[in-house]
């Protein structure tokens, strides 16, 4: 996927006589890695002889994660590699200075030791046993991130998301930038609660604490139903407003979506919220358009029909919807290929789009703030002689629309990859054009709708002069 500047640098300072190469294993291959989040799990506590029991656990753990939802439905998005890193001795460190009592699940008590491992591994961190960190109380003394980052560096510095299993089987785990899970019998779904916190920007549904609690997807301090972040959830598979319980600290302020989700409980599914959180998070990084045929300049003097192609990453099932446009008619729908006879042409350039939007019912799309589309356009110049030359172009643009419903002023605001001509057309459900506004890209545009009578009108979104989606939008 992209690549991070941060470990470009890293790799400058380096100093290669020393970069440790590891071995590195494929886990789960779903495509290239630059269409794909890459996750890369590194081993720690496993000595030598137990590094092919590494493999197995990454194995198994890779298969768990992926049958939770929704990391199950999109499971083709994500590549998972291993990394192969020995430590000395077994295990993890177990200081015994935690100050508050065992949690369940219950595991077998580790006695109390030191053991000489890569990265540092610790339990008790910041005072809790199940706090299983790679520093005892933030003390950064043994630098353990900068050997984290430099392994990554040496040996995958392409990686989006690292997460470290270690060989332990006392349950335990952290999230922050490297998260820690042990590889015992709720290894997996630690890992998984984990990730929702370092690569999805989920927050506990157990009050973390006044220093962690923040605006996030599953938290806030809005009270009000129709203002709520979730609120298109509430009423639906158990969503509401909860408040945060706690025996100290300022949890009374903040709220959660569920009651049963793997950010509070580690033995249970994420809730609707969660999952919506983590599939617009997938749509962000990655772009469901894998390949598409032809590309630029492959065709000229081409015979038809023409044969266009796309390669979608699909979700499992496929919610993937397509919309192919030959100039301003409508041609295909949902289907992957399309052939362009001679007779579809006009003389001179012609222009075919095929847009790609994601119907998943996961998200809840008609009132959503965001949504996501992705396009492909071919240009086509057509003469007598034939077809001169074909340009391909894609692009990705994220499309906010808020809030809806709307009194006086609707916010619009498209971010699209390429420089585009943007453009919003609101029409009443009559079809007429009521307003007309151009946007420019990045930039949030304040409509005043005030004049308009209440009611619902279609938002129509047009980059280069072609539509890539409408919305709904009410009028109050
Ligand atoms: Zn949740």
């Given at each position: 996927m992209v690549l991070r500047l941060l470990y470009i640098l890293l790799l400058i300072n380096v100093d290669l006589m020393s970069a440790q190469i590891f071995d590195v294993e494929n886990i789960k291959l779903s495509g290239d890695d630059s269409k794909r989040i890459t996750l890369v799990i590194l081993s720690e506590g496993y000595q030598d002889s137990e590094l092919s029991q590494f493999i197995t656990d990454a194995e198994n753990f890779t298969n768990s994660m992926f049958n939770q939802s929704p990391l199950k439905e999109y499971a083709n998005y994500f590549?998972?590699?291993?990394?192969?890193?020995?430590?000395a001795e077994s295990g993890a460190d177990h200081p015994g200075t935690s100050i508050e009592p065992l949690e369940t699940p219950i595991s077998p008590i580790v006695p109390i030791k030191t053991v000489d491992t890569y990265f540092n591994a610790t339990y008790d961190a910041f005072g809790k046993h199940r706090l299983l960190y790679y520093e005892i109380d933030g003390n950064s003394a043994n630098n353990t991130e900068a050997i984290i980052s430099t392994v990554l560096a040496n040996n995958f510095p392409t990686y989006d998301q690292a997460l470290i299993i270690v060989n332990s089987s006392e349950f335990g785990g952290s999230g922050g930038k490297f998260p820690m899970t042990y590889s015992g019998f709720w290894g997996a779904n630690v890992a998984v609660h984990e990730l929702g916190h370092s690569l999805f920007n989920l927050k506990d549904e157990y009050y973390p604490g006044d220093d962690l609690a923040a605006e996030a997807i599953n938290m806030t301090q809005e009270?009000?139903?129709?203002?709520?972040?979730?609120?298109?959830?509430?009423?639906?598979?158990?969503i509401g407003i909860y408040q945060y319980t706690c025996a100290t600290g300022n949890c009374s302020d903040w709220y959660k979506p569920h009651q049963n989700c793997i950010m509070e409980f580690i033995d249970r599914p994420f809730c609707s919220v969660c999952k919506e959180g983590i599939i617009e998070k997938i749509h962000?990084?990655?772009?469901?358009?894998?390949?598409?045929?032809?590309?630029?300049?492959?065709?000229?003097?081409?015979?038809?029909?023409?044969?266009?192609?796309?390669?979608?990453?699909?979700?499992?099932?496929?919610?993937?919807?397509?919309?192919?446009?030959?100039?301003?008619?409508?041609?295909?729908?949902?289907?992957?290929?399309?052939?362009?006879?001679?007779?579809?042409?006009?003389?001179?350039?012609?222009?075919?789009?095929?847009?790609?939007?994601?119907n998943t019912q996961l998200i809840k799309v008609t009132n959503h703030e965001t949504i996501h589309v992705y396009t492909v356009t071919w240009t086509i110049d057509n003469s007598s002689l034939g077809v001169n030359d074909i340009e391909s172009d894609i692009n990705s643009?994220?499309?906010?629309?808020?809030?809806?419903?709307?009194?006086?002023?609707?916010?619009?605001?498209?971010?699209?990859?390429?420089?585009?001509?943007?453009?919003?057309?609101?029409t009443s459900l009559d079809g007429k054009k009521v307003k007309t506004v151009s946007l420019s890209n990045y930039t949030t545009r304040q409509v005043d709708i005030s004049n308009l009578s209440e009611g619902i009108y279609v938002a129509n979104f047009y980059a280069n002069n072609t539509l890539v989606t409408s919305k709904k939008l009410v009028k109050q």
């Open positions: 590549n998972v590699y291993a990394i192969k890193v020995p430590s009270t009000d139903q129709n203002l709520v972040r979730w609120k298109n959830w509430l009423n639906i598979n158990d962000s990084l990655v772009s469901p358009i894998d390949s598409y045929t032809p590309v630029s300049n492959t065709v000229s003097n081409s015979s038809f029909p023409i044969d266009f192609h796309l390669n979608l990453i699909k979700p499992i099932p496929n919610t993937l919807e397509s919309s192919w446009s030959l100039n301003t008619s409508n041609i295909a729908s949902n289907v992957d290929d399309v052939s362009v006879l001679e007779t579809d042409l006009n003389a001179g350039i012609n222009t075919l789009t095929a847009i790609i939007t994601d643009l994220s499309i906010v629309m808020f809030p809806n419903p709307a009194n006086t002023i609707a916010n619009f605001k498209i971010e699209s990859e390429k420089d585009a001509k943007l453009k919003v057309d609101i």
